[in-house]
């Protein structure tokens, strides 16, 4: 095959502060597919991911549980490793920065930023937010908490470090400007290209308040700051900075995918480190949106939280990993968020792999079985029906290839089910079985048989970097077990005469979703329960804790703008005269006084309603009880065995809720 040259593509490293979510298996799953398809296009792949092991956060976890801060990431980095495995991530290399090789050349890196002049000691005043292991000025503050993640930050005073990052705010402008496809997508180009215009500061460098860390050369009392030390991870896995063999040949990277949170350190940072140890800038930054759970970002903290499943390792125990593949791949759109359900995932499995895909091989094994005598025959015709099949089948590729060039990996599935759900049809348009019966359409019947098994084919070799273990289960069952999926023999249709089909069980079992939800809700409400008795901030506790609330249909702000609340004190409370239950109200709202009647004759004495200030729903339209007007209504809260609580308030009367 061809060689098309080098492609280096990395992940983020992550932290192994705790067991990875369904959101890091999202970024983890794209580079592994791009990784494959690469490498089926010939391409001389290098494929990186790591873990990111130093840092205060981990320091404290591990003090909090009691262990050596390396003790505790080995084992959460055998987690990673053994879920990798599972799903069969294709990196060539992991690399974690506790490991020497790491260690010492992310200190040669720091030795060429130095000897350019590009660090100096100086002393940092200032906020740190400790789970992001990042500096902000007050005025990046918002509402005085972390701009990123939204916790508290703590005040941090000490002598440190400092990179001149602020040199190369133009020198970073400049390359968005002459290579805008160095970070995409576009709209963060723009954002990074608005935090530089407000100005660069110099980067605190290094920490001396932990040790948990790689210290800075000849002043080992520091560490370095956990960012730099894990950028470098990118050139120090190739044995870099120095011109080591592998540096050779696949430094620059090709490309970088991380998540939108951490493109700020990539896409400012790490080139300014680079420029400042005169290394070539990666090719592409690609900042890919986030899964979301009920609105907020998929999260360790939150994990458990909802009734909603985000371990991988159970959702890959229940569907298997391609299933999961295939849902990450196909239901979002690079570069934007999209929303994570156990629902909208259990139906893209059934609909798409069970019903569309499995369906399809199942049924044209067993037609070749019961028609054919397991043997794929030769095709003899070609009407409109067989010529479209086949156009279609073959032009995928190019298509595919397309939309990966351009990470839309939904896009090139979407291309690639172009031709399952076309193979579908076409066998319901030729409708075998009604062919089978006449003898004088045997030819008919061959051809259909025989375009059928070649569509088949192109679609096994075009999922196999998305899918490998469900193409090998499809190519089994149409004979082609051991032989090699070849990329270029998606272009072709006329490899299957006289190949000996094998059936076996259906690739994708149809899943049950109502009992399936169940199952899964009950299992994550008994991880929320465990991680709740384990919790010791009440805060934390409660948000495990919590279900969600049964509620009436949902209604937009505009429903909600509609209606106008006001403050009332009320001057005059009476019996209504006709009905026992009643109570007349006249209440005041600023200007004006008006009559309300409310049904709480049973929960409230006229007179212990009078003074109260209370919420009025004031743009009601006006309603006759029993013979009085009302205009308006009062706010009551359902209290015990059936009473009713008044809505009060301190606000000034007449004052407007919203
Ligand atoms: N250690 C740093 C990265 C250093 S890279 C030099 C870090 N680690 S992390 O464990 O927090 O992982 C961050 C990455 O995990 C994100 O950039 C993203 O790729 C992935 N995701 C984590 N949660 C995610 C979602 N909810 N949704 C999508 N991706 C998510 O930051």
């Known amino acids: 095959m061809e060689n098309k040259g080098k492609f280096y593509i990395t992940t983020p490293i992550y932290y192994p502060s705790s067991n990875l979510h369904v959101g890091h298996t999202y970024c983890t799953v794209m580079a592994d597919a791009m990784a494959r398809f690469r490498r089926m296009q010939g391409y001389d792949v290098r494929f990186l991911t790591g873990t990111d092991e130093h840092g205060q956060k981990i320091q404290t976890l591990a003090e909090e549980k009691g262990v050596t801060p390396q003790a505790y990431v080995d084992e959460v980095v055998a987690g990673i490793k053994e879920l990798w495995k599972t799903m069969e991530i294709s990196y060539d290399d992991f690399i974690r920065t506790t490991e020497e090789r790491h260690e010492t050349r992310v200190q040669q890196i720091w030795n060429r930023m130095y000897e350019k002049g590009d660090i100096y000691k100086g002393k940092y005043e200032g906020m740190y937010c400790t789970p992001c292991e990042s500096f902000w000025t007050e005025s990046q503050l918002v509402d ?7 916790r508290p930050v703590v005040k941090a005073e000490e002598e440190a ?4 990052l602020s040199n190369y705010a133009q020198k970073i402008l400049d390359l968005y400007e002459e290579h805008p496809e160095f970070l995409q997508p576009e ?28 210290p800075v050369p000849n002043d080992p009392k520091h560490v370095m700051y956990v960012w730099v030390d894990a950028l470098s991870n990118y050139v120090t896995a190739l044995g870099g900075p120095e011109d ?4 050779g040949k696949y430094w620059p990277a090709d490309y970088h995918l991380v998540g ?9 940072i790490w080139p300014a480190m680079l420029m400042s140890a005169d290394l070539p800038l990666p090719k592409h930054v690609l900042g890919h949106g986030w899964l979301l759970l009920g609105g907020e970002k998929v999260s360790k903290s939150k994990a458990a939280k909802g009734l909603d499943v985000v371990d991988p390792v159970i959702l890959i125990e229940r569907y298997g990993i391609d299933a999961l593949k295939y849902f990450l791949l ?14 909208v995932m259990l139906k893209r499995m059934n609909y798409d792999l069970a019903n569309d895909l499995g369906n399809l091989v199942s049924r044209t094994v067993s037609m070749i079985e019961k028609y054919c005598g397991g043997v794929i025959p030769a095709a003899a015709i070609e009407d409109d029906f067989d010529k479209d099949l086949k156009a279609i089948a073959v032009g995928a590729r190019e298509k595919v290839e397309a939309e990966m060039d351009k990470f839309a990996f939904n896009m090139a599935l979407e291309e690639i089910w172009v031709v399952v759900r076309r193979a579908n049809k076409y066998i319901d348009e030729k409708a075998p079985w009604v062919l089978a019966k006449d003898e004088s359409k045997k030819a008919e019947l061959d051809t259909v048989m025989k375009n059928l098994a070649e569509a088949i084919r192109v679609v096994s070799v075009l999922i196999y970097p998305f899918m490998h273990t469900t193409s090998d289960e499809i190519r089994k069952q149409i004979g082609l077990e051991g032989t ?10 006329d490899l299957m005469e006289g190949v000996k089909v094998c059936k076996g069980n259906a690739i994708f079992p149809r899943i049950d979703i109502d009992k399936e939800l169940e199952i899964l809700s009950g299992i994550a409400e008994e991880i929320a329960k465990k991680k709740a008795a384990a919790s010791a901030d009440p805060v934390e506790k409660a948000i495990l804790e919590s279900k969600p609330l049964e509620l009436k249909d949902e209604i937009v702000y505009d429903d909600f703008d509609k209606m106008d609340f006001r403050v009332g004190t009320i001057l005059k409370a009476e019996k209504h005269p006709k009905a026992d239950k009643l109570l007349v109200f006249q209440v005041k709202m600023g200007t004006e006084v008006r009559q309300v009647i409310s049904g709480v004759a049973d929960s409230y004495k006229p007179e212990e309603m009078v003074g109260k200030k209370v919420v009025v729903v004031a743009n009601l339209k006006p309603r006759q009880l029993r013979g009085m007007e009302s205009y308006g209504m009062l706010l009551f809260a359902d209290g015990e065995d059936g009473k009713s609580i008044v809505v009060t308030t301190d606000a000034p009367d007449g004052s407007v809720v919203c």
């Open 144 to 150: 005085g908490k972390c701009p990123d993640c939204g």
């Open 161 to 164: 470090y400092f990179f001149k």
């Open 187 to 214: 709209t963060r180009r723009n954002e990074m290209k608005a935090f530089i215009n407000q100005g660069l500061e110099d980067l605190c460098v290094s920490r001396c308040t932990f040790d948990w860390g790689v």
């Open 244 to 247: 080591t063999e592998l540096m």
């Open 260 to 268: 939108k949170e951490i493109v700020r350190f990539h896409s400012i």
């Open 330 to 343: 196909r239901e979002y759109t690079f570069g934007q968020d999209g929303n994570f359900n156990n629902e």
């Open 484 to 493: 090699e999926t070849v990329w270029d023999d998606a272009l072709v249709f």
